[in-house]
């Protein structure tokens, strides 16, 4: 053997016990995970311990992006289920995945001889969001366009697109680029016809949601209007102010007169007063229905007029004839005569302000007639 040759198998022992070596270390690996929203997801994780070294327990945890465990342990071999997640053959299972769940998760092990490994990856989770068709009532003439617009297209992976346009629960047809010359993200419909009325939908797919999977919108309503009609707008009418309605100015007019006449009717009162005319009857005062009586002595006390009066109670009136009865003849006015010893004497305040010439009686009771006046005797 030559020392070339000795060399040589020296160099392939040493290689040969190197590999050895590094194989026999406790390593694990973890492979990228991906699953849909509502679905079950899975993280796999594989591991190799030293020859005569055995597995003494594996734990699924949270991880950032270093690697480094965050928070405690989802699932270990000894507590194999945890709310939504478990253990399958060391894998991670999580149940009615979510939006949320999208994260690092880390497998890390530990041997009987003491030896430990980790590692992690990623889960990444698809979805599509449910897509918003606008408006949801469109009013359209013949011969006229109309337009829907598909949005809140949302999810990963992207990019996501409106392959279908959907009317009254069946694809439509929009090859015809005369008659719909957008069919992408919007539906442009040109020459409104009878037949384009009714029930609009859009879907839309991605990588994750395709074909039947993808996400149907809201449905819009696509009415025809005659020409006869106001076409409906999906903006509210302008404010127009309007004359108030005529009971408004009814009772404005009626207020006014009824405050007027309250005022004409003070001011009327006022006047009566400061002229001294009896403007309402009352028992103190009232006119005789037999006219005023001439009233003799008359006896001022402190600015109020006295008279001493003679009266009788009145006759029940007369049945009326062609022939009126003779007019009596006035009271005497004699200070020195003496009362009837029938009559009853009272005294009666005269208005001083129309107590001149003449001496007019203007307050008495409606009911009395006065036989005689006598000098008014102070009270």
Not at 311 to 340: I, L
Request: glycine share 6%; hydrophobic share 30%; net charge negative.
């Amino acid at each position: 053997m030559t020392i070339n040759v000795m060399y040589h198998q020296c160099l392939i022992m040493l290689l040969l016990m190197f590999v050895s070596d590094t194989c026999a270390q406790t390593q694990v690996t973890v492979d990228a995970g991906t699953a849909k929203v509502d679905e079950a997801a899975t993280m796999t994780c594989t591991y190799t311990l030293e020859p005569n070294d055995s597995l003494l327990q594996l734990a699924w945890a949270k991880a950032d992006d270093s690697g480094q465990a965050v928070g405690s342990a989802l699932v270990t071999t000894g507590q194999p289920n945890n709310d939504r997640y478990s253990l399958s053959n060391d894998n991670l299972i999580i149940t009615d995945v979510v939006r949320g769940d999208a994260d690092n998760y880390r497998c890390s092990v530990s041997t009987v001889g003491g030896n430990s490994a980790e590692n992690f990856a990623n889960l990444t989770v698809y979805y599509l969001e449910v897509p918003d068709l606008q408006p949801v009532e469109f009013y359209a003439t013949l011969n006229k366009t109309a337009t829907f617009t598909c949005t809140k297209l949302e999810g990963l992976p992207t990019p996501i697109t409106v392959t279908t346009w959907i009317k009254d629960g069946n694809p439509l047809g929009v090859s015809n680029t005369d008659k719909y010359p957008s069919s992408d993200a919007t539906l442009t419909i040109n020459n409104i016809v009878e037949e384009d009325e009714g029930m609009y939908q859009c879907r839309a797919e991605n990588a994750a949601y395709s074909g039947t999977n993808g996400k149907l919108s809201n449905t819009a309503k696509l009415t025809l209007e005659l020409l006869t009609t106001t076409p409906k707008t999906t903006e509210p009418p302008p404010f127009v102010p309007t004359d108030p309605p005529e009971s408004v100015n009814g009772g404005l007019i009626g207020g006014v007169v009824s405050a007027v006449s309250v005022v004409l009717v003070f001011i009327g009162i006022f006047v009566c007063y400061q002229k001294g005319i009896a403007c309402f009857k009352t028992p103190a005062c009232n006119v005789t229905k037999e006219g005023p009586s001439e009233v003799i002595g008359l006896t001022n006390d402190d600015d109020v007029t006295y008279a001493q009066v003679q009266k009788t109670a009145k006759s029940k009136e007369p049945e009326k004839t062609n022939n009126a009865p003779a007019k009596p003849k006035r009271a005497e006015t004699n200070d020195t005569k003496k009362p009837d010893a029938n009559a009853e004497l009272t005294y009666v305040e005269v208005d001083h302000r129309h107590s001149g010439k003449g001496n007019k009686i203007i307050r008495t009771e409606p009911e009395t007639t006065y036989s005689s006046v006598q000098p008014s005797i102070k009270r």
